[in-house]
């Protein structure tokens, strides 16, 4: 883990995710940053891939330990999701072992109020979590904080450890993460952000309330939450208050809105 911290801090080059990973002996490492006024959670990097699909499990159901450490701001230690109670997460737990996921510890990125994070630990099928495993991984979870917040004056300065240059900063004067810590370039889940403001407008909801109402229609579908909301961005969804569901533009009742005109319509349609 010290050689993990040192690449962090200057800036190493490498998977990160898969290091991270090794170095804490466990199944998975993802991290995730918030991102916009809903704070939602968007992936940096993931290892390997069962860890993305669980992080993309968690952000459609909007349950989870991931999310519950956000909130609370405390870790939240699982190492064994049989030992969890049924009525905690009931829409994720059975879904999580369906991919393999034995046990979960989730750690919260940040200080005091402010969020900036979560790191996301899958343990291996011993289904426990050590305490240098824990203490590793809450070493690991305030440096990127640390990163994050740049509280480091060469993350700011895009320098190196020898002072030197700009590695793969903005050069602005804004957050650099270094290569390490590459920040994202651009939102993995733009279609869910645009989608949420869609709704939003529709139904005349709030921001959280229209991504409550995607989500609910996504686990609905038994679809991915993107796959949805490329389809509202498209125009091929539409929410109202009718029934509190989704409405068909044919009005044929069948519960969705299909409707290809608008701005972001595959055709020639007007918005």
Not at 110 to 129: F, K, W
Request: hydrophobic content about 35%; charged content about 25%.
């Amino acid at each position: 883990m010290a050689d993990v911290l040192r690449s962090l801090r200057l800036g190493g080059r490498g998977d990160p995710a898969r290091a991270c990973a090794l170095a804490l002996g466990a199944e998975g490492v993802a991290l995730s940053l918030l991102v916009g006024n809903g704070r939602m959670a968007e992936p940096l990097w993931c290892h390997p891939e069962v860890s993305a699909r669980f992080e993309e499990l968690q952000f459609t159901l909007g349950e989870g330990p991931g999310p519950d450490a956000v909130r609370t701001g405390s870790p939240v230690m699982e190492p064994d999701l049989d030992r969890v109670r049924p009525d905690r997460w009931p829409a994720l737990l059975p879904p999580a072992r369906d991919l393999g996921v034995h046990g979960v510890c989730c750690f919260p990125l940040g200080i005091g109020a402010i969020r900036v994070g979560v790191l996301t630990v899958l343990c291996d099928g011993d289904r426990t979590m050590s305490v240098q495993q824990s203490a590793d991984a809450t070493a690991l979870a305030a440096a990127l904080t640390g990163a994050l917040l740049n509280g480091d004056g060469r993350w700011q300065r895009g320098e190196d450890g020898n002072g030197n240059g700009d590695r793969g900063g903005s050069g602005n004067g804004g957050p650099v993460l270094g290569l390490f810590l590459d920040r994202p370039t651009g939102l993995h889940r733009a279609a869910v952000h645009q989608a949420t403001g869609m709704i939003s407008v529709q139904l005349g909801v709030t921001m959280e309330e229209a991504l409550l109402r995607l989500r609910a229609h996504a686990y609905g579908s038994e679809r991915p939450l993107g796959e949805v909301a490329d389809d509202v961005v498209a125009r091929r969804l539409r929410f109202n208050n009718s029934d509190d569901t989704t409405n068909n533009a044919s009005d044929n009742g069948d519960g969705f809105d299909d409707d290809m005109n608008g701005p972001y319509s595959p055709g020639d349609g007007k918005g």
